[in-house]
């Protein structure tokens, strides 16, 4: 069996909240809610993708891919695979 490296890539992402003490949201994300591909009901967010709609649990990391794909990831998978890049 051969063995492969994940490619370094950039993504956009900021950690969901789920609260009033989330002050400021991406476009891109306000843009998925206005087209109906992001909802919200009973404190959980949901995102309609191409696998499916996939639950987002406040605290839970927003990502959009490199094809602008967006998906949650759980908080320990996220800071074990991505790191911050400076700007």
Known sequence: MTKYRKKPVVIDAFKWTGGP??????QWIIERIKM???SFAN???YIKTLEGIMEAKP???IIRGVK???YPCKPDIFE???ESVAK
């Open 43 to 45: 404190g959980l967010m």
């Open 80 to 82: 074990a695979t991505y």
């Open 68 to 70: 602008g794909e967006i």
């Open 36 to 38: 109906g591909q992001v």
């Open 21 to 26: 003490d989330q002050t400021e949201d991406p």
């Open 59 to 61: 605290g839970d990391y």
